[in-house]
């Protein structure tokens, strides 16, 4: 499966952008799916996932309460809603799927990955 994000782009803090992560085929369906972002300098960090139907949801705490990961059902689109944006959310942001049904924290569980989408924040 390919996996493309898009919808980064640059903003002022407290702002919001929804990015979305749309997959070549419809087998991913079946999986569970997750963003992660690496800021210069910084390891790849946990985001968000979601599992296979859309429920399983899980946040980094540093995003929680402010992001909110969806997808639709039996559908290939996974978007990641990002409000209350601060310079810190500065990343590129890249969407991945897992090798199971299931949301997960650890990189180790995704098998595909897609080019990421660059989200600048300004103060």
């Known amino acids: 499966v390919q996996l493309q994000a898009s919808g980064g782009g640059s903003v002022q803090t407290g702002d919001s952008l929804r990015l979305s992560c749309a997959a070549s085929?419809?087998?991913?369906?079946?999986?569970?799916m997750g963003w992660f972002r690496q800021a210069p300098g910084r390891e790849r960090e946990f985001v968000a996932a979601?599992?296979?139907?859309?429920?399983?949801?899980i946040y980094a705490d540093s995003v929680k309460d402010r992001f909110t990961i969806s997808r639709e059902y039996a559908k290939t689109t996974m978007y990641l809603q990002m409000s209350g944006l601060t310079p810190e959310d500065t990343a590129v942001y890249y969407c991945?799927?897992?090798?199971?049904?299931?949301?997960?924290?650890?990189?180790?569980?995704?098998?595909?990955w897609g080019r990421g989408t660059l989200v600048t924040v300004s103060s």
């Open positions: 979601i599992a296979w139907n859309g429920g399983g949801a």
């Open positions: 991945a799927a897992t090798r199971g049904a299931w949301s997960s924290r650890s990189r180790s569980d995704y098998v595909a």
């Open positions: 085929t419809r087998t991913v369906s079946n999986n569970g």
